[in-house]
Nanobody
Framework: QVQLVESGGGLVLAGGSLRLSCQASGSFLGIGTMNWYRQAPGKQRELVAFISSGGSTNYADSVKGRFTISRDNANNTVFLQMNSLKPEDTAIYLC??????????????WGKGTLVTVSS
């Protein structure tokens, strides 16, 4: 069984920063692409950023230049550093990863999410 647990969400003022973490636990061989999504009320789920197993990154246009995704393979953790936060960044942020199971299969997992609220 694999679990993803997010942390680091909270309430900040516009212009502030937050650092989200997502750690995978359980039995697995490795983790492929790691993603951060977000979903605000009344809006579709949006892919914010992803990082491949080789370290290649990509970002949604709305967060380019402000957010940075990184990973710590030794601790099975992905981070999202969020700077210059705007009220429109308010959403539940969800971690998503492709996990190589002990049987060699690639399985997609989701965390439960962490709430980020940015006030003006």
């Amino acid at each position: 069984q694999v679990q993803l647990v997010e942390s680091g969400g909270g309430l900040v003022l516009a212009g502030g920063s937050l650092r989200l973490s997502c750690q995978a636990s359980g039995s697995f061989l490795g983790i492929g692409t790691m993603n951060w999504y977000r979903q605000a009320p009344g809006k579709q789920r949006e892919l914010v950023a992803f990082i491949s197993s080789g370290g290649s990154t990509n970002y949604a246009d709305s967060v380019k230049g402000r957010f940075t995704i990184s990973r710590d393979n030794a601790n099975n953790t992905v981070f999202l550093q969020m700077n210059s936060l705007k009220p429109e960044d308010t959403a539940i942020y969800l971690c998503n990863c492709d996990v190589r199971t002990v049987f060699g299969r690639l399985v997609n997992y989701w965390g439960k999410g962490t709430l980020v609220t940015v006030s003006s």
